[in-house]
């Protein structure tokens, strides 16, 4: 992207509400959903993480 902007595609959100979700995915963003159960308006793309931990979110999700 001009300007070293950062595209949507190459972002990732972090996410625990389905509007949040919502408003990411429809931008074209990466979302990862923190909860301790899938939530039911979840599609099946959206990983779940049970806890917010750095190096297992970079190991997820580098180099998509």
Known sequence: ???GAV???HR???EGSDD???AAT???MQVAIVAQE???WLDAKTE???RLDASSILRRFAGQ
């Open 12 to 14: 990732l959100v972090i």
């Open 48 to 50: 779940v993480i049970d």
């Open 20 to 22: 949040g979700w919502l």
């Open 1 to 3: 992207a001009a300007g």
């Open 38 to 40: 899938r939530p039911k």
């Open 7 to 9: 595209t949507p595609q």
């Open 26 to 28: 429809s931008a074209g």
